[in-house]
């Protein structure tokens, strides 16, 4: 019964089905104000006076198409739309407010994939050459052959990288890194 309990309380707050309370309750907090994110400053573009001057200058159709699309954003006191991301504190939070995925939290994840991608790959061909009879001609002149094959290899290092990570092969031992100066 205590291991079905465990189990229940863990996916609840797993979930993040439980429910959120102030620590003293709510008689006590009443002279408080609120603790939800507001976005102080910030007003709603159609609003706003300086975008809708920025707004009336807009001579195209692609602009004032623009300015329509942004006149339902947040603008600041420039009159700029703002982009805001609440932080959520529950675990799927974030799967729930999905609005702006494509403004940052995509882009982010190519980013870091591909940075990614070249990092795992130079350290993929670096190692290689190592193995060669002439490592260091490697490293000056580039055998196209072998750096194609380790950018192919380079795709999938997020699960290379967990692997050997978790065998010990992907750090250096103590033993084997050498220090300068006093220990």
């Given at each position: 019964?205590?291991?079905?309990?465990?189990i229940l309380l863990s996916?609840?707050?797993?979930?993040?089905?439980?429910?959120?309370?102030?620590?003293?309750?709510?008689?006590?907090?009443?002279?408080?104000?609120?603790?939800?994110?507001?976005?102080?400053?910030?007003?709603?573009?159609?609003?706003?006076?300086?975008?809708?001057?920025?707004?009336?200058?807009?001579?195209?159709?692609?602009?004032?198409?623009?300015?329509?699309?942004?006149?339902?954003?947040?603008?600041?006191?420039?009159?700029?739309?703002?982009?805001?991301?609440?932080?959520?504190?529950?675990?799927?939070?974030?799967?729930?407010?999905?609005?702006?995925?494509?403004?940052?939290?995509?882009?982010?994840?190519?980013?870091?994939?591909?940075?990614?991608?070249?990092?795992?790959?130079?350290?993929?061909?670096?190692?290689?050459?190592?193995?060669?009879?002439?490592?260091?001609?490697?490293?000056?002149?580039?055998?196209?052959?072998?750096?194609?094959?380790?950018?192919?290899?380079?795709?999938?290092?997020?699960?290379?990288?967990?692997?050997?990570?978790?065998?010990?092969?992907?750090?250096?031992?103590?033993?084997?890194?050498?220090?300068?100066?006093?220990?």
């Amino acid at each position: 019964m205590r291991r079905l309990f465990s189990i229940l309380l863990s996916a609840f707050l797993l979930l993040g089905l439980a429910p959120v309370v102030n620590a003293a309750g709510e008689a006590v907090n009443a002279d408080r104000g609120s603790t939800e994110f507001t976005a102080n400053g910030l007003t709603l573009c159609a609003d706003n006076a300086r975008f809708q001057e920025r707004a009336s200058s807009a001579s195209t159709a692609k602009d004032i198409a623009r300015f329509e699309r942004y006149s339902k954003a947040s603008c600041g006191d420039d009159g700029l739309p703002h982009l805001i991301i609440a932080a959520t504190i529950e675990p799927f939070g974030a799967l729930a407010n999905r609005h702006h995925e494509g403004d940052v939290l995509i882009p982010a994840h190519i980013f870091i994939y591909i940075a990614g991608i070249i990092g795992w790959s130079g350290r993929e061909y670096l190692r290689a050459s190592k193995l060669t009879k002439n490592p260091a001609e490697n490293e000056i002149i580039i055998d196209f052959a072998l750096a194609r094959e380790c950018l192919r290899k380079g795709a999938a290092w997020p699960l290379e990288a967990n692997k050997q990570g978790r065998s010990g092969e992907l750090r250096e031992k103590d033993e084997n890194i050498t220090l300068n100066g006093p220990r």
